[in-house]
Nanobody
């Protein structure tokens, strides 16, 4: 059974920083593409950043140069360091594990990030 457990959300003022963590259980970490998505109220879920199983990084244009995705393979944790936060970054952030072998997706429960101006 695969579980993704996010933590690290909260409320900050614009310009502040937060670091989100996603702990993955099971043996999925080594074979999955790991990613962070977010969903603002009334909006569709969107990709924020991803780290492919082969090490390729992808960022949404809106977060480039502000957010950094990283992984701790030994601990099966993926992080999202968010700097220079803006009110438009306010959303529920979800951890995602995508298995290329069968295109299956696992999701965490989400962690809320609120940025005030």
């Amino acid at each position: 059974q695969v579980q993704l457990v996010e933590s690290g959300g909260g409320s900050v003022r614009a310009g502040g920083s937060l670091r989100l963590s996603c702990a993955a259980s099971g043996s999925i970490f080594a074979i999955a593409d790991m990613a962070w998505y977010r969903q603002a109220a009334g909006e569709q879920r969107e990709l924020v950043a991803s780290f492919s199983e082969r090490g390729a990084l992808t960022y949404a244009d809106s977060v480039k140069d502000r957010f950094t995705i990283s992984k701790d393979n030994a601990r099966s944790i993926v992080y999202l360091q968010m700097n220079s936060l803006k009110p438009e970054d306010t959303a529920v952030y979800y951890c995602n594990a995508h298995l290329p072998i069968n295109s299956f997706n696992y999701w965490g429960q989400g962690t809320r990030v609120t940025v005030s101006s």
